[in-house]
């Protein structure tokens, strides 16, 4: 682990990725009692509209994987990093109306978008990941991915539940899903100034490879 986190472009996208599932954590142990309170919707209903916005995901996963490759076949070589990038800027550009509109309407629209842009940053970030480590230390760069995932994502609702706590009021969740979006703005600020490293670190990577394979 002291070898990988002294790869650039590991560091900023490893914190990028978790930074943005924490983000996702916290609206998903809130969403329900937050889309019912502002929208006025019934459970039922609610549960029914979740899969519109996880259709939204669904699309963004995969529009995301090959918008990202074909920029790379066409010689950005920094697209697996920019994609995610703008990607969860857009997620929490979109977000912010989701939050204050009344509107079910609008509210689920942005919501679906939203999503889509948030679930779309991960393939990149993940094929980023694969191309700047050596295919031998793969599993443990997922391992300590996963490890910083898993306590942000474990954190993310007691947080979310103690802010909107203090807050207080009818408008308690409304304003820490706003303060929750800072994570997703510091991730994206994180995973666009990886483009600077990350031509080096998958050049230092293949290298090895190489070395080893000479070996």
């Known amino acids: 682990m002291r070898y990988l986190l002294r790869i ?55 529009a995301s994987g090959r918008i990202s490759n074909w920029l ?41 978008f939203s999503s889509g842009f948030l679930a779309g940053a991960n393939p990149p970030m993940d094929a980023a990941r694969l191309d700047i480590v050596h295919a031998r230390l793969w599993g443990r760069a997922e391992a300590g991915r996963m490890a910083l995932r898993g306590l942000l994502e474990a954190l993310a609702p007691i947080l979310f539940g103690w802010l909107s706590g203090l807050i207080g009021g009818s408008g308690g969740l409304d304003w820490t899903f706003m303060i929750a979006l800072a994570p997703v703005v510091v991730a994206s600020a994180l995973a666009i100034p990886a483009r600077r490293s990350y031509p080096t670190d998958v050049a230092t990577a293949d290298a090895s490879a190489r070395a080893i394979a000479e070996a």
């Open 8 to 62: 650039p472009t590991y560091r900023l996208i490893v914190i990028a990725s978790a930074l943005g599932y924490f983000f996702f954590a916290g609206v998903r142990a809130f969403a329900m009692i937050f889309v019912v309170g502002q929208y006025g919707l019934s459970r039922g209903t609610t549960s029914a509209l979740v899969f519109v916005v996880g259709g939204g995901a669904l699309v963004g996963v995969i």
């Open 72 to 112: 790379f076949a066409r010689g950005w070589l920094d697209a697996r990093v920019i994609v995610p990038g703008v990607a969860l800027l857009l997620a929490a550009v979109l977000t912010v109306p989701a939050i204050w509109t009344h509107s079910p309407v609008l509210g689920f629209a942005f919501l679906t």
